[in-house]
C-alpha cells in the first residue's frame, strides 16, 4: 500500500524528468492518478511505465503546443501534437465547457494525441458547471469485431457524467469490449485465466487465456458472442472510432498507433495519432438546473431503493468507484509487485527517487 500523496510527488517527478513543464506534470498526475483512486488499477500508475517509453521512443512529446485548428460557436477540433493524452485531454474537454457556457452545448475532437488515462475523468470535468459531460476515445486496435478475424477497433470507452442535487452524480465509464485490455494486463500479472467471453484465439474460437493477444487473438466486443449481443459492442466501439478519429482527423480502426512502444506504428496512417471525442451540455439550455438535478436525485434513489436479489444491491454507475476513492485516500493504494518492479526500474533511469 503506497499513501496518494507519495505516490503523486513519484509520478509527478517521472513526468518532470520527461520534460514537462510542471503545470502538464501536476495535471498529468492528477489525470492518470485518478484511475488509482477509483479503482481502475488498469489505467492509473501502473501505465506510467508505459507512458515514459513511448517519450523514449519519440512518440510522445513532453511539450507540445495544443491548439483549436477548426472552431464553430458550438464545436472545435484539437491537435494534441503528439502530446500526453493526459494533458491534451483536459484541455480540450476544458474547450467543450466554455463553448458550453457560451451557446448552450460545447463538442470537442481530438487528433494527434495519446493514451488519455480513464475517460470518466474528462467527463467529470463538467460536473462543477452544472453540465453533462461526456467522453470517449479510440484506442489500439486489440478488439475483433463480431465474426471477424482480424483487429479492427480498440476498447474504445465512453464516459458519461451527470450531476444530481443532494445525490452524488451519475457517472458511466465503460469500455465498450467484454473487458478492457488493461484488466488483462491485471490477470498476466497475476497469472490468472481470462473468463470466457472476453477473449478469442486466431482463430475465432473463445479461450480463457490471458496471453492470447499475443499469439494472434483479438478481445471481444461488449457481449462476447453474437448470441449475447457483441454487434452491439461492436456498434459502440465503431461509433467511438468514428467520432474520435474520422471526425477528428486521427488514425482510426486498425491504423491506431499502439500504447506499447516496442511494436511500430503503422507505415501506412489515414490520420494523426490517437483521437479523442468530448462533450458538455449545459442542463439550464434545457430546464433550471435545479429541477434538474431534484430530478436526478429522485432517478438515483428510485434505483438504489429497488428491490434486488439476495446478498446484492441495486448499484448507480459511479458508486463502486466513489467508495473506492474514499477508502484509498485514506489507506493509500495497493500496487501489484510486477507494477513496483517496473516502477523502480524507471526510477532509476530517470535518477527519480521512488517512494
Given amino acids: 500500500m503506497y499513501p496518494y500523496k507519495d505516490l503523486f510527488a513519484f509520478t509527478k517527478n517521472v513526468f518532470l524528468a520527461i520534460g514537462c513543464p510542471e503545470k502538464d506534470a501536476q495535471l498529468a498526475t492528477t489525470v492518470l492518478l485518478s484511475a488509482d483512486l477509483r479503482g481502475v488499477d488498469s489505467h492509473g500508475v501502473a501505465r506510467l511505465t508505459g507512458y515514459v517509453r513511448l517519450w523514449e521512443a519519440g512518440r510522445i512529446n513532453a511539450k507540445p503546443n495544443v491548439r483549436v485548428v477548426h472552431e464553430t460557436p458550438s464545436t472545435a477540433t484539437v491537435d494534441g501534437d503528439g502530446g500526453l493524452g493526459l494533458v491534451v485531454a483536459p484541455q480540450a474537454m476544458q474547450i467543450a465547457i466554455e463553448k458550453s457556457k457560451q451557446v448552450g452545448s460545447g463538442w470537442v475532437s481530438v487528433k494527434n494525441s495519446n493514451h488519455y ?3 470518466g475523468y474528462h467527463a467529470m470535468m463538467a460536473l462543477e458547471h452544472d453540465m453533462i459531460g461526456i467522453s470517449m476515445t479510440n484506442a489500439s486496435p486489440l478488439v475483433a469485431p463480431t465474426h471477424s478475424l482480424k483487429r479492427l477497433l480498440g476498447t474504445n470507452p465512453i464516459a458519461v457524467a451527470i450531476p444530481a442535487k443532494n445525490e452524488p452524480p451519475m457517472v458511466a465509464d465503460f469500455a465498450t469490449t467484454t473487458a478492457a485490455n488493461g484488466k488483462l494486463e491485471i490477470l498476466q500479472r497475476k497469472n490468472l485465466e481470462a473468463p470466457l467471453g472476453w477473449i478469442q484465439d486466431k482463430n475465432g474460437v473463445t479461450t480463457s487465456n490471458a496471453h492470447e493477444l499475443k499469439e494472434g487473438g483479438a478481445l471481444l466486443p461488449l457481449g462476447g458472442d453474437r448470441e449475447h449481443g457483441s454487434h452491439k459492442g461492436y456498434c459502440l ?3 467511438v472510432d468514428i467520432f474520435s478519429a474520422v471526425l477528428s482527423g486521427a488514425n482510426y480502426g486498425p491504423w491506431v498507433p499502439p500504447f506499447v512502444s516496442f511494436l511500430p506504428v503503422p507505415s501506412d496512417p489515414v490520420g494523426e495519432g490517437i483521437g479523442h471525442f468530448f462533450g458538455a451540455m449545459r442542463v439550464d439550455a434545457f430546464r433550471p438546473a435545479d429541477d434538474f438535478k431534484s430530478h436526478m436525485d429522485n432517478w438515483i434513489k428510485t434505483f438504489k431503493n429497488a428491490p434486488a436479489v439476495e446478498g446484492e444491491k441495486v448499484l448507480i454507475p459511479g458508486d463502486p468507484e466513489r467508495e473506492i476513492q474514499a477508502s484509498r485516500l ?3 493504494v495497493p500496487l501489484l509487485p510486477p507494477v513496483v518492479k517496473d516502477l523502480k526500474e ?10
Wanted: zero cysteines; a negative charge; charged letters at 15%.
Fill in 117 to 119: 488515462g480513464i475517460a
Fill in 346 to 355: 524507471v526510477a532509476d533511469k530517470l535518477g527519480v527517487a521512488f517512494m
Fill in 237 to 239: 466501439g465503431s461509433i
Fill in 330 to 332: 485514506s489507506e493509500g
